[in-house]
Each structure stands twice: as C-alpha cells, then as structure tokens.
C-alpha cells in the first residue's frame, strides 16, 4: 500500500553496516593522504626541486638555490591562504632550506638532496625495526591520525596486516634510499631530482598496500569463526 499508513522501508544491519564501514575506511584513507598533504602537496613539493635542477642547468647553483627557497616559501605562504594543510609545507620549506645550505657550502648540486636521502634512509629502518618490537608503525600512524588508540593491537589479524603494511613502506624508504644514494655518489643531480619525484608513485604504491591489508584483514576479522 501507499499513503500515509505505509511504512517507509528500513535497512537491513548488513546494508547501514557495510554503507558505514566503506565510509569510515574511505575517511581512514583520506585522512592518510592529507596528513601527508594531499595529492596537491605532493605536486608542490615537486615545484622547488624542478626550479632548482633547472636554473643550476641554465645558469648556475647560487640562483638555483635562491629560486628554490623563494619557490618553497611561495607555496608555504600559498598554502596558508588557501587554509590548506600547514604541516606539510613547513617541512617542505624546511628541508628545502637545509638542502640549500649543505649545497651552498659543499658547492654541489648534489648535497641538496642529501637530507631526503639520509630521511629516507632513517625511515627505512625505524619501520623495519617497529615490527621487531611488534609496533608496526602503520598502524601506530594509522589509528593515531584516526584517534582511535592502540586497541587493534589485540586483534592478531590487524596486527599482522599493519606489520606486512609497515614492512612494505620499510621496503619502499630502502629503495629509494638505495637508488638516490647511487645517483648521488655518480653525482647525477638532474636524475636525483628525477628519483625523487618518481619516489612520489612509490609512497602512492605503499599507502594503496596498507588500505588493502587493513580491508583485508577487518574482513576476515568479521567472517564467523
């Protein structure tokens, strides 16, 4: 029947259920990428090392260096007006800073990504050694950005799918400290810069590896024993 006696139609607990967790997940992973600056971020982060290999290819390293902090402080002060993310673009600006230090002083090019390849260096093995002490940092980040405490360290099938996931960023941080460091000692500057863009995808590959072992593993969690 139809009218004002029919009743409007309800939804079954596994369709709010499912329509929530998608939603909550999908939140999850747009949390990630903007504490990590977004997809916007990461184009920003690009322009001063573009502007730098560039200029010291056409005129040389002191303008490159300056175009290049110029550039970061640009973007830094963009992203304030727009109200975006702050975070990111203060590390940004900084380690752009400190790049330009170690090269202005060393007069290499090459010294001013020494910092992100030492970084990337570090990382790889503060991630590798939090799952030896059973803190997989994925899900340390994770549920700290979410605020949802360290209560899925009790659940083994989460713990192991952040340990894979905290493994697999382990892997891409030695990877491109591995290549940047090569290209760095063949001092290769152009094709660092080069690295290090393409460093970008890798980051993007290791965040689309953690969303799919979390998925996967509240979804076994969630099948009946």
Sequence with gaps: MTGRHSRPRVKRPAEADDGDDAGRRGGEGRTLLEQMGGVSGMIYSTVPVV????????????PALGVAVLSAVVIALLRVV????????????????IG??????????????LVGIWYSGALAVVF???????????????????GDGHRWRADRALRR??????????????????AQRWLY??????????????????????????????????VRAAQPA
């Design 185 to 218: 000692e063949a001092n290769e500057p152009g094709w660092l810069a080069v690295a290090k863009i393409a460093g970008y995808a890798l980051t993007g590959v290791a965040l689309l590896g953690t969303l799919w072992a979390v998925r996967r593993a509240r």
């Design 100 to 113: 330009a230090f170690l090269a202005h002083r060393s007069g290499q090019a090459r010294d001013f990504f």
């Design 161 to 178: 799918a952040y340990t894979l996931a905290t493994l697999l960023w382990a892997v891409m941080f030695a990877v491109k400290f591995t």
């Design 82 to 97: 727009r109200r975006e993310p702050l975070q990111p673009a203060i590390s940004g600006l900084f380690g752009v800073a």
């Design 51 to 62: 502007v730098f290999v560039v200029v010291n290819a056409l005129v040389s390293l002191g």
């Design 128 to 146: 590798a050694g939090s799952t030896l002490v059973r803190w997989p940092l994925a899900g340390v980040i994770w549920h700290g950005l979410n």
